[in-house]
């Protein structure tokens, strides 16, 4: 029941944020956490990070968005993002967060990974969940103004 609760909060604060950044496509996801696509321009499959689980007591299914520490459906694919979350995200080269790593804040997006700026089309292992909206010294994929 307290975690209904909370989700309704934070997807309130979550929509405030959408407001102002995020593309068309963030508004039509149906769950606030990082999406990854397979292609650019956030088409092909889509995966958006996260567990189901059953709430026997508020008979509702909770999804929470959760840090990926290996990708098995989704390895080596992702060729866009965006983050739907109200948290930051890192997601790095290798499994197990290590190697290369960019972080997304909340309401961020990025339509080609493959850009030069970023070479990372295809190689995302894992993803990691911060626990603030900010990036927390990791390296970022946009600098804030
Ligand atoms: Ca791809
Ligand atoms: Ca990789």
Sequence with gaps: MSIGRRLLGSAAVALGLLGAAAPAQATELDFH???????GGYDG??????????????HFWVFRPI??????????????LTNNDWNAWVVFDDK?????RYCIRPGESVPSL??????????????LRLESASCAGYPAFF???
């Design 114 to 127: 493959g850009a030069q700026q970023f070479k990372f089309n295809d190689k995302i292992s894992s993803a």
């Design 143 to 145: 600098t804030t103004g």
């Design 67 to 80: 840090s990926q520490p290996e990708l098995p459906l989704f390895n080596d694919e992702a060729s866009s």
């Design 33 to 39: 956490t990082l999406y990854l696509f397979e292609h």
């Design 96 to 100: 197990n967060y290590r190697d290369r």
């Design 45 to 58: 499959r889509a995966t958006p990070l996260q567990t189901v689980e059953w709430s026997d007591a508020g």
